[in-house]
């Protein structure tokens, strides 16, 4: 009896304090890469609103741990065959329009990926945020964990500050905001329909909302994911970038 | 006769009066080089902002000017166009369309500024086409060509002839892409275009963006860059909606303030100057002035009243200050017609210096202004003045039986 | 009314602490027509006196009088006048003004009293003449002889036909037979033209030749014959 309240009472406790030293950057590392695991196949549909124009997309997209991933839309077709392929610290773009690769320079890293609210830069440096900002645990309750990421010196990043609201239970991230240097909120990301999909359990729609323009968005909603499929380095190669098989 | 005495007078120590006189001469010929000189910096800069890319004014929509936002376009009418044209002070007005995105040729890519231009137009506004160091300008008609700078073309690997990707987002939220065939490549030695600016026809540019018919400025060339900003006046309140005219010193504050500062800086130097030089001439005035002691006496005793000392010797040091204006101004106009029409390339020992949103070229090149003249002049006459007052006076002062007994 | 009167004239000199004593107590009549010489030792005051009767100098005590009009303390501009009208001036050294032409010096006081041109030229070519120096009216005084300088100086002094001509040793820079000519011209000129000469010399060959010798001591009038 005496053990088993003991337990009760200790044991989340305990499990806290050991996140909150050990496993904050692994809680991250999970979250960050919740839609690529070691390997992935998906398919999505992305939703761009601006103040001038709203948009759909269909994308399919592959990756590869951390460092490879490649995405090609699929329909409007204006647009059918425009590819990105993402290798190490490396972007392509493939036009298929004009039959071209282009290299994305490190100058225009910044710039909106597909007309989206996601810039190129994310798709190089998030996979790697747990590596380069350390973690510190806000605030906690029952169901969610607020936990603050704020760069390492010298840490080549882009945001001053990265703050995660996570669900306790299934593990998924609620809402993750962005500042600048000077600590000011530049974007959020929200996440929502969450689902279990071969075996884990994700949010599906992704939300990302730039706060200095209210009524602009982006929302990419995941139609089929499949993970652990079976992929080579070479696949992420720039001749299957111009979907040239 | 007060005139002949004053100019035999001035003959008298001739040594020390060509002394003088080419120091003046010097001095006043040097300063008007220089002010055309520095007005010739000032100008290249102005042009390097104005001529090269703005246009002296800009008709853009709302605050376009302010973020370069896309969709802050418009239409041309005919109305505006009939209207540019009928204003004697324009000298051209150039309709373009600008997009900034990333332009690629093979494994090489960078950000560029494209100026979607219609040629004949554009260069009656800036002169890229005067500054092409390979290939040609483009030409009317052509339907994907494109001018580019030429640090752009350099880190690119591009030359004429070669094909470029244009990539950027097009006002519907596509992916605007398309080939453009190098045409010709363009150094102006102002990095900020040379690095990044592309002109390609407007045409083109339309479509890309997928805004046809619009554009974003009309670019306009006129007379005088100087009354840009009271011509911009005039014509804003005839402007239709939302459209503005904007001065090149709307965009660029602080080439308005170069050029104010501009008329207080040449004072200064002026007035540096010929404290310098005063002080030189009124030196050996006095000591003419000195020498001559027992002869003021002499005249003052046979009754030449002290008023006409005074008068006479400042005639001398006025007409010393006359000879050496006329020839001040002759060699300074010489030197400054040199430096306009051949000049100084120190481009080998000198970088461009950006300052303002204006360039300082490289070179020593004169232009002619008739201030950069008249200031020198007249501060020449005052300074001659000056300096001539004192010994003067000091000659009407003179007791005539201490002055003969002077030896 | 005698042409010139000094009243109890004194000049005193401040010479550091001290005081010069250069005219003391001077009393001294001269006529119109006279041709007068001051004599005297180095020193004696002759200068002095001249400078005074010209108007280049005021007295320390007592009056000048000038034509019947009293010159002491006026302003500059004005003494400028009254020398320009009534009194020639010849000096040691000639003092001619070296950048201009013979006829130009001699015409000089003309022209400052503002005769046409004409005029003044005609008046030059007439004592050029008298004073055999015709022919050398375009010369500059460098190329003239000391003598020849002289004579334009009195040219000079004459022009505007002044009251009174006076000349502080004349003859000081002259040889002997120049200062023979000089004084002869000066004396015919006396006698012609009716013109007032008041001169002083150490010479003893010129004070022979003078109508009048005044001869001062220490400021003092010594004789007067
Ligand atoms: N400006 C002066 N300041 C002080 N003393 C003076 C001045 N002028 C003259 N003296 C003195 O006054 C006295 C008279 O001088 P003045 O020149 O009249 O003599 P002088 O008879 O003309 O002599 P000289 O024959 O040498 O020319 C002299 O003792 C002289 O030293
Ligand atoms: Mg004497």
């Known amino acids: 009896m005496k053990i088993f309240l003991f337990c009760c009472f200790s044991l989340p406790l305990l499990a806290t304090q050991v996140l909150a030293e050990l496993n904050l950057r692994e809680l991250i590392r999970t979250v960050e890469q919740q839609y690529s695991g070691d390997s992935s196949q998906t398919r999505i549909e992305m939703t761009v609103k601006t103040g001038h124009w709203e948009r759909h997309l269909e994308m399919e997209s592959w990756s590869l741990g951390r460092e490879r991933f490649l995405v090609r839309i699929l329909a409007p077709k204006k647009e059918k065959g425009v590819a990105t392929l993402k290798v190490e610290k490396e972007v392509w773009n493939y036009l298929p329009k004009v039959d071209r690769v282009i290299r994305i320079p490190p100058s225009m890293m910044g710039g909106a990926w597909m007309g989206s609210h996601i810039t190129n830069d ?19 309750d029952q169901q969610s964990w607020t936990i603050e990421g704020l760069p390492k010196p010298n840490a080549p990043v882009i945001w001053g500050k990265i703050v995660y609201q996570l669900q306790k239970q299934p593990l998924v991230p609620q809402l993750v905001e962005y500042f600048d240097e000077e600590m000011i909120l530049v974007r959020q990301i929200r996440f929502t329909d969450v689902q279990t999909v071969d075996g884990r359990t994700i949010p599906l729609q992704m939300t990302v909302l730039p706060v200095e323009k209210p009524e602009e968005k982006t929302v990419m909603h995941y139609r089929q994911l499949d993970f652990d499929v079976d992929l080579q380095k070479e696949f992420f190669s720039l001749r299957q970038l111009k979907g040239r098989r | 006769m007060l005139w002949q005495l004053a100019l035999r007078n001035i003959w008298r120590n001739r040594r020390r009066t060509l002394l003088t006189l080419s120091a003046m001469v010097i001095s006043s010929a040097l300063l008007i080089l220089a002010l055309g000189i520095f007005s010739g910096m000032l100008k290249d800069m102005l042009a390097s902002a104005t001529e090269q890319y703005f246009g002296h004014l800009v008709i853009s929509a709302g605050d376009y000017q302010d973020d370069r936002d896309m969709f802050a376009n418009f239409s041309s009418s005919q109305a505006l166009e009939e209207q540019l044209q009928r204003e004697p002070q324009i000298r051209g007005y150039s309709k373009r369309l600008r997009s900034f995105g990333l332009l690629s040729q093979q494994r090489n890519s960078g950000p560029a500024e494209l100026l979607g231009v219609l040629p004949d137009q554009e260069r009656q506004v800036t002169n890229l086409h005067q500054h092409l160091v390979a290939g040609s300008y483009l030409q009317p008609g052509d339907s994907a060509g494109a001018v580019i700078g030429s640090g752009l073309a350099r880190r690119l690997g591009a030359e004429v002839g070669d094909s470029l990707v244009f990539v950027t987002q097009a006002a519907d939220g596509s992916i605007g892409n398309d080939l453009l065939a190098v045409r010709g490549i363009f150094s102006t030695g102002v990095h900020r275009h040379d690095n990044s600016l592309v002109l390609v026809p407007l045409g083109w540019l339309q479509q890309l963006l997928v805004l046809p018919e619009r554009l974003h400025e009309i670019a306009v060339k006129i007379e005088d860059p100087l009354r840009a900003a009271s011509f911009a006046a005039r014509l ?23 050029v104010a500062s501009y008329d207080v800086s040449r004072m200064i130097i002026v007035t540096i100057l010929y404290i310098a030089t005063g002080l030189g001439i009124l030196n050996t005035f006095f000591m003419s002035v000195m020498e001559r002691t027992r002869e003021f006496g002499v005249l003052m005793a046979i009754g030449m009243r002290p ?27 010489l030197l400054s017609l040199y430096m306009a029409y051949v000049g100084i390339d120190l481009s080998g020992t000198l970088s461009p210096i950006t300052y303002a949103g204006g360039t300082i070229l490289p070179r020593l090149h004169a232009v002619l202004e008739p201030a950069n003249i008249l200031y020198p002049a007249l501060s020449l006459l005052l300074v001659c003045l000056l300096a001539g007052f004192l010994p003067a006076n000091r000659a009407a002062r003179m007791q005539p039986v201490v002055a003969i007994r002077e030896e | ?198 001169f002083s010399s150490h010479d003893p060959l010129v004070i022979s030749r003078a109508q009048r010798v005044v001869t001062l001591r220490d400021g003092r009038l010594e004789s007067d014959r």
């Not at chain 1, 994310?122 to 906690?140: C, G, M, P, T, W």
């Not at chain 3, 041709?35 to 005021?58: H, M, Q, R, W, Y």
Request: some cysteine.
């Open chain 2, 307 to 333: 008023g006409q000392v005074r008068r006479m010797v400042l005639l001398e040091t006025l007409s010393m200050g006359a000879i050496s204006l006329f020839a001040g101004v002759i060699l300074g106009v």
């Open chain 3, 1 to 198: 009314m005698p042409l010139i009167e000094l009243k109890s004239v004194s000049k005193i000199y401040p010479l550091g602490s001290q005081q010069v004593i250069a005219v003391d107590d001077l009393s001294l009549s001269i006529e119109a027509g006279e041709f007068t010489v001051l004599a005297g030792p180095s020193g004696s005051g002759k200068t002095t006196l001249l400078n005074l009767i010209g108007c280049l100098d005021e007295p320390s005590r007592g009056e000048v009088w000038l034509d019947g009009q009293e010159v002491g303390g006026a302003p500059q501009p004005q003494l400028a006048k009254l020398r320009l009208r009534k009194i020639g001036f010849i000096f040691q050294s000639y003092n001619l003004i070296p950048v201009l032409t013979a006829a130009e010096n001699a015409e000089f006081t003309l022209m400052l009293m503002g005769v046409p041109k004409s005029r003044r030229r005609q008046r030059v070519v007439e004592l050029f003449a008298e004073l055999g120096l015709a022919g050398l009216e375009e010369r500059k005084p460098s190329d003239l002889s000391g003598g020849q300088q002289q004579r334009v100086a009195i040219a000079r002094a004459m022009a505007s036909q002044p009251a009174v001509v006076l000349a502080d040793e004349p003859t000081a820079s002259l040889d002997s037979q120049a200062s023979e000519e000089l004084l002869a011209l000066m004396r015919r000129l006396n006698r012609e033209q009716g013109a007032t000469f008041v």
């Open chain 2, 236 to 258: 804003q309140p005839q402007l239709e909606g939302q459209l503005q005219a904007l001065d090149w010193g709307q965009m660029l504050p602080e080439m308005r303030e170069v």
């Open chain 1, 122 to 140: 994310d798709l190089v440096k998030a996979n790697h945020i747990d590596q380069d900002y350390d973690f510190r645990l806000l605030s906690e």
